[in-house]
């Protein structure tokens, strides 16, 4: 989907999109390209061609030195001004010009709960009116509660274990919510990878898993900012 000249693993992180200067709306990714899972050696956006039915490098981003993390980009209006947040603390303006210039891409504070994990998605739940944050640590998945995609956000709440099972890339559907958002649903890769698993469970090694959260669980109460 995204052939480079360089050798390197090259991972998408996260799509979303933007209307370009002639009006049409165009697909776009964040990338890294690296030598398997060390820090990565290449980073930027890349378009997707239609006609060539793949992703081509556009921009360059400078890399953080820290390994491969999933991005699972929002939008959110700020003052008036849209933006596309990538993770809760890096955004950029919901303009093409704004996109291709590096310069623009703003990196944000953001206030997680004290007892934080590593953060996996942020989503805005119109049942709680607050944004629904959602972590992990190996095999389990984490959430709370904020106003905004920074937070401040309340106590981290563990919602989903699996005994000795690694469970990673957690992401929220918003378009999968329920009565009003009172309802949600998010996903995450089941695998022994990772993990401190003796043995695979069948059929479902490396499998999607979703599950379903109901947000007027009494247990959730401490989420909360």
Same mark, same amino acid.
């Given at each position: 989907?995204?052939?480079?000249?360089?050798?390197?693993?090259?991972?998408?992180?996260?799509?979303?999109?933007?209307?370009?200067?002639?009006?049409?709306?165009?697909?776009? @990714?964040?990338?890294?390209?690296?030598?398997?899972?060390?820090?990565?050696?290449?980073?930027?956006?890349?378009?997707?061609?239609?006609?060539?039915?793949? &992703?081509?490098?556009?921009?360059?981003?400078?890399?953080?030195?820290?390994?491969?993390?999933?991005?699972?980009?929002?939008?959110? +209006?700020?003052?008036?001004?849209?933006?596309?947040?990538?993770?809760?603390?890096?955004?950029?303006?919901?303009?093409?010009?704004?996109?291709?210039?590096?310069?623009?891409?703003?990196?944000?504070?953001?206030?997680?709960?004290?007892?934080?994990?590593?953060?996996? +998605?942020?989503?805005?739940?119109?049942?709680?009116?607050?944004?629904?944050?959602?972590?992990?640590?190996?095999?389990?998945?984490?959430?709370?509660?904020?106003?905004?995609?920074?937070?401040?956000?309340?106590?981290?709440?563990?919602?989903?274990?699996?005994?000795?099972?690694?469970?990673?890339?957690?992401?929220?559907?918003?378009?999968?919510?329920?009565?009003?958002?009172?309802?949600?649903? &998010?996903?995450?890769?089941?695998?022994?990878?990772?993990?401190? @698993?003796?043995?695979?469970?069948?059929?479902?090694?490396?499998?999607?898993?979703?599950?379903?959260?109901?947000?007027?669980?009494?247990?959730?109460?401490?989420?909360?900012?």
């Amino acid at each position: 989907m995204l052939p480079l000249k360089e050798k390197g693993l090259v991972w998408i992180e996260g799509l979303f999109t933007a209307k370009a200067p002639d009006g049409r709306e165009r697909l776009l @990714a964040t990338y890294t390209r690296q030598d398997g899972l060390k820090p990565p050696l290449e980073c930027g956006v890349a378009l997707y061609e239609d006609a060539r039915e793949r &992703f081509e490098p556009w921009v360059k981003l400078p890399c953080q030195k820290k390994s491969h993390r999933s991005s699972h980009p929002i939008r959110y +209006s700020d003052g008036g001004r849209e933006f596309w947040y990538l993770y809760p603390w890096l955004r950029v303006p919901n303009e093409w010009s704004a996109i291709a210039d590096p310069s623009r891409w703003e990196r944000r504070e953001v206030k997680l709960p004290p007892n934080a994990q590593r953060v996996s +998605s942020v989503a805005w739940n119109e049942h709680r009116r607050r944004f629904v944050l959602l972590m992990e640590r190996t095999g389990e998945v984490w959430y709370a509660e904020g106003p905004r995609p920074e937070g401040p956000f309340g106590q981290a709440v563990r919602i989903v274990e699996h005994d000795h099972y690694n469970f990673y890339n957690v992401v929220q559907h918003p378009f999968f919510d329920r009565e009003g958002g009172r309802v949600i649903y &998010f996903e995450g890769t089941y695998t022994d990878a990772f993990s401190g @698993a003796k043995s695979k469970t069948p059929r479902y090694n490396y499998k999607q898993i979703m599950y379903r959260l109901r947000l007027d669980d009494a247990r959730l109460r401490d989420a909360q900012p």
